[in-house]
């Protein structure tokens, strides 16, 4: 696969150009119905399978794939040509001349994630590894659509003087993680209703392509944060989990059979929409149980300025001890949401994770625990309830992850919603 001088524009709409034509469906069938199919395909397989195992060696990319050993060498010779894979250090078998194990390199590909939230905005860089290069952020009262293509703009020339040239001509794509329907819940952001409409009729995807020469995709922002721990965090240690996100406004995704469900429409896993009980009867949906937005309020009604929630610190022990009260009621929501979600999908594990510090995560995923002891779950086969990993910059990583897949992985449909 030739790596040419500019993977956005050259890469991307090769193949799919090649796909129109029927040439490169292995990504989405398994297989390639041409030799350029095949070969895409199997360099892809390959990459996929060395992020996921972290190294492997040609035997082992052979045994996995069922390959010829000729193949893989074949394949591997030109990954490592194209600098998308590092060689690594002999290592001396039992029988047999030693192996080398083979590892993504981080500096074969770089890819920029960007994040809508309702109270910050976030540009990331990563690397083909998955490591967050730089980022750059910006809290906000609430978004305007200029105010924010500013800080895009200013981001993105940010991250483009951090780079060298050779770097920039590896850029795969941007892409960008924002919330469904953006300009509802005027009444819970408190923002202005003219403020809250603009989004309405505003095609970020298209202006941010004004921005920058790369191929732009978009999807939800809490699909892209459980994109994020599908890839890089906890939900890798599963095959099928569902996933509840503790933004401004919960939200969710689901992974079955290791791949990212989206939907028809992009809003699988609304789980945010569930209805929960309300304490004295009723019930009401999880938004408003487990959503930032409600301790934010807590904060504002206590006489405290929230804005330590919107700010990159880890110390949240001034929000105390409306902190502690928010924690409570948010994982009585939690604990029958998860339950009624494992009614549903029938998933070993359901991942909590938020734009929270990790102290207040675990906190949380342990008072959910608890709660979820006293919720009636006969019938519901048993289930874990795990803690994220990512947290914070679970939309950004997720959003920026995109590009990477659409570009170098095998199963890149897993992830890939154009947005255009």
Request: aromatic share 8%.
């Amino acid at each position: 696969m030739a790596l040419p001088a500019d993977i956005a524009k050259v890469e991307l709409s090769r193949l799919r150009a090649e796909e129109a034509e029927g040439v490169a469906d292995a990504g989405r069938a398994g297989r390639g119905t041409t030799q350029t199919g095949v070969r895409i395909y199997h360099e892809r397989l390959a990459l996929s399978l060395i992020r996921t195992h972290g190294s492997l060696s040609k035997a082992e990319i052979a045994r996995l794939t069922g390959l010829s050993a000729q193949t893989v060498s074949v394949i591997v010779r030109g990954l490592e040509r194209d600098n998308l894979v590092l060689k690594g250090a002999s290592v001396k078998g039992r029988v047999g001349q030693p192996s080398q194990p083979y590892s993504l390199n981080p500096d074969g590909a770089f890819s920029l994630g960007l994040k809508v939230g309702r109270r910050s905005g976030d540009l990331v860089l990563i690397d083909l590894a998955g490591r967050k290069r730089h980022e750059v952020h910006m809290p906000y009262h609430f978004p305007t659509p200029e105010d924010f293509l500013g800080f895009a703009r200013k981001g993105l020339k940010e991250i483009a003087a951090k780079l060298g040239r050779e770097q920039m001509r590896r850029v795969a794509g941007l892409g960008i993680a924002a919330p469904f329907e953006l300009w509802k819940w005027e009444e819970e952001i408190g923002a202005p209703h003219d403020v809250m409409e603009a989004w309405k009729d505003f095609n970020l995807t298209a202006e941010i392509m004004k921005l920058c020469d790369w191929p732009v995709i978009s999807c939800n922002d809490a699909t892209a944060a459980c994109a994020a721990e599908l890839l890089h965090g906890t939900g890798r240690r599963y095959r099928d989990f569902a996933y509840l996100y503790v933004g401004y406004f919960a939200g969710g995704g689901l992974v079955l059979n290791g791949q990212l469900y989206q939907g028809p429409t992009g809003n699988a896993a609304a789980f945010g929409s569930l209805p929960v009980p309300r304490p004295g009867g009723g019930s009401e949906q999880l938004i408003h149980f487990a959503s930032l937005y409600v301790l934010e309020r807590a904060l504002h009604a206590a006489g405290k300025s929230p804005a330590l929630m919107w700010r990159r610190g880890e110390d949240w022990s001034e929000a105390e001890p409306e902190m502690t009260a928010w924690i409570s009621h948010a994982a009585k929501g939690l604990a029958s949401a998860v339950a009624s979600i494992a009614s549903v999908v029938d998933c070993p594990a359901i991942i909590i994770d938020g734009a929270v510090p990790p102290a207040v995560r675990q906190r949380l995923v342990e008072a959910t625990r608890a709660e979820a002891q006293l919720v009636n779950k006969d019938g519901i086969t048993p289930f874990a309830i795990e803690e994220g990993a990512i947290g914070i910059d679970a939309r950004a990583m997720g959003a920026a992850s995109l590009p990477l897949f659409a570009n170098f992985m095998a199963d890149r449909d897993v992830l890939f919603k154009d947005a255009a």
